[in-house]
C-alpha cells in the first residue's frame, strides 16, 4: 500500500474528504518525526512503538572492493516495535 491508497483508505473509513484524510495523516507523519528528532518515543497502545536507536561506530567492507575496510560512523536509526494487539491480530 503506498501513501494515495492510504489517504483513500482512511478517506473511506473516516468519511473525510481525500484532501482532509491527507491533511491529517500529513499531520501524524510530521508529529512522530518532530517528536523522534527531539529524542521522544511515540507510544500508540495496542498499535506499537515509534522509538529512535543509537547504532554504534563500526567497521565494513566496500561492497565493490572486499579488500578495503571502512569505518561506519555512529548513527541513530528511527524503529518500530509492533504492539501486542497488532502482533496477535498478524498471527490469527
Known amino acids: 500500500m503506498n501513501k494515495a491508497e492510504l489517504v483513500a ?3 473511506e473509513k473516516s468519511q473525510l474528504t ?3 484524510a491527507e491533511l491529517a495523516l500529513n499531520a501524524f507523519m ?3 518525526e518532530e517528536a523522534l528528532v527531539e529524542g521522544d518515543k511515540v507510544q500508540l497502545v495496542g498499535f506499537g ?3 529512535v536507536r ?3 561506530p563500526r567497521q565494513g567492507r566496500n561492497p565493490r572492493n572486499p579488500e ?3 569505518d561506519i560512523p555512529a548513527s541513530k536509526a528511527p524503529v518500530f516495535k509492533a504492539g501486542k494487539t497488532l502482533k496477535e491480530k498478524m498471527n490469527d
Do not use: Y
Open 9 to 11: 483508505r482512511i478517506a
Open 49 to 51: 512503538t515509534f522509538d
Open 30 to 32: 510530521e508529529s512522530v
Open 18 to 20: 481525500k484532501k482532509d
Open 68 to 70: 578495503q575496510v571502512i
Open 54 to 56: 543509537e547504532r554504534k
